[in-house]
């Protein structure tokens, strides 16, 4: 084999040609390290957005972060998504509380409510609430927040009454309900179908264990 042959194979320099790019394996203590960041990040999210529905998937976000076999491209787009998910969600708290940190509330029907009081058993006002009256066929009740489904309570006489977690102290209560289409532990987003009724719904919004008026909470 001569000198030109040599070249040939060899290439420029007497190398040898490589085809295509073999990156060195990543050192698992970069690996958690970066997973540890992903997860900080994540965390970050799940506080600012503990009023919110995202807050419901972004657990099991941290969760597949953790036990992920990442390569080098997985740790820089999850680095980036990861970020985007903390910058986005100070836009989404905003919206989901007012200028003085108060829950914003979205309407639980369709129609005009009429406010009414509600009382104690001996006949003191405990507080204000909404009632919406379907005037023909039935009303759709939806999740006037994003939150958790604590209680679907059967009252006996053909109705229910949906009880959901907002965080911080937060409830609603959806009283008449006569179709329900979730249960206990359920997440729910804001302005989700949560049920139906045909009578009247009678909608309560309690902060900090203080019934409130509702319509002061709406957008």
């Not at 990861?82 to 003085?100: E, F, H, P, Y």
């Not at 001996?122 to 023909?136: F, I, N, P, S």
């Amino acid at each position: 084999m001569n000198r030109r042959q040599v070249r040939k194979r060899t290439g420029a320099g007497g190398r040898k040609k490589v085809r295509g790019t073999q990156r060195p394996p990543l050192d698992p203590k970069q690996v958690f390290g970066v997973q540890l960041l992903i997860c900080g990040l994540l965390l970050l999210a799940v506080l600012t957005l503990q009023r919110t529905p995202a807050a419901a998937t972004a657990y099991d976000a941290v969760e597949t972060a953790l036990t992920r076999n990442y390569t080098l491209q997985d740790l820089q787009t999850g680095v980036k998504t990861a970020w985007n998910r903390v910058r986005t969600g100070g836009t989404q708290l905003l919206a989901a509380i007012g200028d003085l940190g108060e829950l914003r509330i979205h309407a639980p029907s369709d129609g005009e409510p009429v406010l009414a009081a509600s009382a104690n058993a001996d006949g003191t006002q405990r507080g204000k609430m909404l009632v919406y009256t379907a005037e023909e066929g039935e009303l759709q009740v939806y999740a006037a927040a994003g939150g958790t489904v604590t209680e679907t309570l059967d009252l006996g006489d053909g109705t229910f009454l949906i009880r959901i977690s907002h965080g911080d102290e937060a409830y609603t209560d959806y009283q008449g309900t006569g179709t329900v289409y979730t249960r206990p532990l359920d997440k729910v987003k804001k302005g989700q179908l949560i049920a139906a009724v045909s009578g009247d719904l009678f909608f309560a919004l309690t902060m900090d264990g203080t019934s409130v008026d509702p319509l002061e909470y709406m957008k």
